[in-house]
Nanobody, 123 residues
Framework: VQLQASGGGLVQAGDSLRLSCVASGRTFSSYRMGWFRQAPGKEREFVATINWSGGSTYFADSVKGRFTISRDNAKNTVYLQMSSLKPEDTAVYYC?????????????????WGQGTLVTVSS
């Protein structure tokens, strides 16, 4: 599946932002989807993941309570709603797809990746 992420930008601390990731192909609903991020000089890290139906979600501790993940299978789109943004949330955000239904918090568990969208949070 091919993925196209969008919605990044420059915001101030405390603001909200919604990222979108549109998938091509007719089997989007078969994939578990995830969001990861990579800050300059750091490794790519897990942010959130959602199962095929949207009924099961997991979040990194660093974003729990501030971020939500959702999907619209009719639109082949997964979203990351980010609220109460902090400067430490600054990173390139990537959406990723995993054909297996089991949960994975590792980038190695995802086979298809979007190009990334930059989120910059100023203090």
């Amino acid at each position: 599946v091919q993925l196209q992420a969008s919605g990044g930008g420059l915001v101030q601390a405390g603001d909200s932002l919604r990222l979108s990731c549109v998938a091509s192909g007719r089997t989007f609903s078969s994939y578990r989807m995830g969001w990861f991020r990579q800050a300059p000089g750091k490794e790519r890290e897990f942010v959130a993941t959602i199962n095929w139906s949207g009924g099961s979600t997991y979040f990194a501790d660093s974003v729990k309570g501030r971020f939500t993940i959702s999907r619209d299978n009719a639109k082949n789109t997964v979203y990351l709603q980010m609220s109460s943004l902090k400067p430490e949330d600054t990173a390139v955000y990537y959406c990723a797809a995993r054909i297996a239904s089991t949960v994975s918090f590792s980038p190695q568990g995802y086979t298809d990746w979007g190009q990334g969208t930059l989120v910059t949070v100023s203090s």
